[in-house]
């Protein structure tokens, strides 16, 4: 993709649109930086590209004669591809991608990405991890909230680039091909924005679409569908589970992470780990399988995984406070991720959840609260549709809050010593929250100061 001299559109005015302007300009392009969003003030967006930059800020109303002046269309992963300014564009012969594309393009060295509907920035983070005790020059990036555009500029053949992709930032790819790539697991998500569950599958299996025999692809043995999409790709396939003994591949026994190729080399054991849960000994196996496909030794994948704490926001241990124990599971942005959440608690739980509405079904997570949850304060646009839920399921020890403060007070006064307080929503923050990091904080900020 040639962007030198091209007038290229870079749609959407986020962390990854500020990257992408910065990179096209770097490369020679003609940038014009739209945001529809009329609130916006085109100063701010001045102050973020830089004093240097000479591209033209549209904000507001989409301007009819624009799309008759580009040559290509840069999607930030927060913008549908089947708007109908996009399906426009892209009728007029426009060449439309994302900014995935456009710094893998730009960038050097190797790739191994990850993606999954859960589980994607702890594998991410713990990946990095691993990696940097190995390689003396990696990048993590992506929707871990480091914009791969930015880091693309500064890579080198010898670089590393571990990267966590979204559905979002996958449907938008063309060449896009890493050496080793992952995906954790396949569960309803972003329903609102695909529509369908097949289009949010299709979106996330792109991760392996352009990989050759040379490459590998780590999948989860015990979810269905990853399993099934190991049979028909040209990826070398190596699976993990936490279920059963693999001939090849990675896997859990006896408490034991056992990574299983000609012979088998214990990695660890459980116990010698800093994470809690099932879901997260899966997420160590991916990251594992993907460091020792990739070359690391296993000495230092033991040591990495051995010494990382775990990711901010997910079952993040908080404080004790009066005999309660807090933990902050922000990133539980789905019923999915949230039963993760229920699962790894060890004690009787008072569980807030709520928020924005991503057109999901609740039932599922509201069964798997199996005796723990002793009280589910609810808020949010989804309390009354969880509430709904909860009573189809046989569950009513529920209350409403009107704010997040309420919420955090009201299970603070519920829970007893020996019990625990979760924050692990089961929805998005976008109705009260920016972002699921400014609700855990705000959580953590109150816990601490009772």
């Known amino acids: 993709m040639e962007v030198k001299k091209k007038k290229v559109l870079v749609f959407g005015s986020g962390i990854s649109g500020i990257g992408a302007a910065g990179l096209l300009e770097k490369q020679g392009a003609e940038v014009v930086l739209y945001d529809g969003n009329e609130k916006l003030k085109e100063e701010e967006l001045r102050e973020k590209l830089g004093k240097d930059s000479k591209a033209q800020i549209v904000i507001g109303t989409f301007p009819e004669d624009l799309p008759d002046t580009l040559d290509i269309v840069i999607l930030s992963p927060g913008v549908p591809t089947d708007l109908p300014i996009v399906n426009q564009m892209r009728d007029k012969g426009i060449l439309i991608t994302g900014e995935v594309e456009l710094a893998y393009e730009s960038g050097k060295g190797d790739v191994l990405a990850i993606t999954g509907t859960n589980g994607k920035t702890t594998t991410t983070a713990l990946l990095g991890e691993i990696m940097r005790n190995y390689q003396e ?25 571990v990267a966590e992709m979204s559905s979002f930032q996958l449907e938008t790819i063309l060449d896009f091909r890493p ?6 697991n396949f569960t309803p998500d972003h329903l609102n924005r695909h529509h369908t569950m097949e289009a949010y599958v299709n979106a996330k299996k792109n991760i392996a679409k352009n990989q050759t025999g040379e490459d590998y692809c780590i999948l989860n043995y015990e979810d269905r569908l990853t399993k099934e999409f190991g049979e028909n790709i040209n990826a070398q396939v190596l699976y993990f589970s936490s279920q059963r003994k693999l001939e090849k591949g990675i896997y859990l026994k006896d408490g034991n992470i056992i990574y299983q190729n000609q012979e088998p080399i214990e990695i660890c054991n459980i116990k010698e780990l800093n994470l809690l849960g099932i879901h997260n000994y ?81 039932t599922e997570w509201i069964n798997s609260f199996d005796g723990k949850v002793k009280k589910l304060i609810l808020l949010g646009e989804t309390k009354e549709k969880i509430a709904k839920d909860a009573k189809a399921c046989g569950f009513y020890d529920f209350v409403f809050a009107d704010t997040f403060e309420e919420a955090v007070l009201e299970a603070a006064k519920t829970a007893k010593p020996g019990e625990a307080v979760l924050l692990s929503p089961a929805c998005a923050s976008w109705d009260m929250f920016p972002s699921y990091e400014v609700r855990g904080e705000k959580f953590k900020e109150i816990v601490n100061s009772l």
Request: no cysteine.
């Open 137 to 161: 020059k990696v990048f993590v990036v992506g929707n871990i909230g480091n914009p791969y555009t930015t880091a693309a500029a500064m890579m080198d053949d010898d670089t590393v680039t």
């Open 179 to 184: 050496k080793v790539s992952a995906i954790l």
């Open 282 to 362: 899966e997420n160590v196996m991916a990251a594992a399988a993907m460091a020792l496909v990739y070359g690391v030794p296993a000495e230092i994948v033991r040591e990495s995984v051995k010494a990382f704490k775990g990711v901010e926001h997910r079952i993040e241990y908080v404080a004790e406070k009066g005999g309660v124990v807090y933990y902050n599971d922000s990133k539980g942005t789905n019923p999915d991720a949230a039963i993760k959440g229920i699962q790894a608690m060890n004690r009787p739980t008072v569980l807030i959840g709520g928020g924005y509405d991503k057109d999901s079904v609740y």
